[in-house]
Nanobody, 117 residues
């Protein structure tokens, strides 16, 4: 069983920065693709960024150039550095881990990010 624990959310003014962290435990980290997703009230959950075990990344168009996803395989950690935050980035941010072979996926409990204008 995989456990994911997010941290680092909070309230920030527009233009500010936050760094989210996702702590992974329970299985071999190097087999998992890790993604950050977000869900605003009344909206669908969107994939924000994803990183493979080999550190290939992909971003939602609206965060490209502002957000950076990274992973530390020695610490079983994934980070999302968020810069130049906008009010429309306000959402609950979730960490997701998907096994590369069997596609089993796990979710964290989420962390709230609120960007004030």
């Amino acid at each position: 069983q995989v456990e994911l624990v997010e941290s680092g959310g909070g309230l920030v003014q527009a233009g500010g920065s936050l760094r989210l962290s996702c702590a992974f435990s329970g299985r071999e980290f190097s087999w998992y693709v890790i993604g950050w997703y977000r869900q605003a009230p009344g909206k669908e959950r969107d994939r924000v960024a994803i990183i493979s075990p080999g550190a290939s990344t992909n971003y939602l168009d609206s965060v490209q150039g502002r957000f950076t996803i990274s992973r530390d395989n020695a610490k079983n950690m994934v980070y999302l550095q968020m810069n130049s935050l906008k009010p429309e980035d306000t959402a609950v941010y979730y960490c997701n881990a998907e096994h590369m072979r069997d596609r089993l996926a796990y979710w964290g409990q989420g962390t709230q990010v609120t960007v004030s204008s």
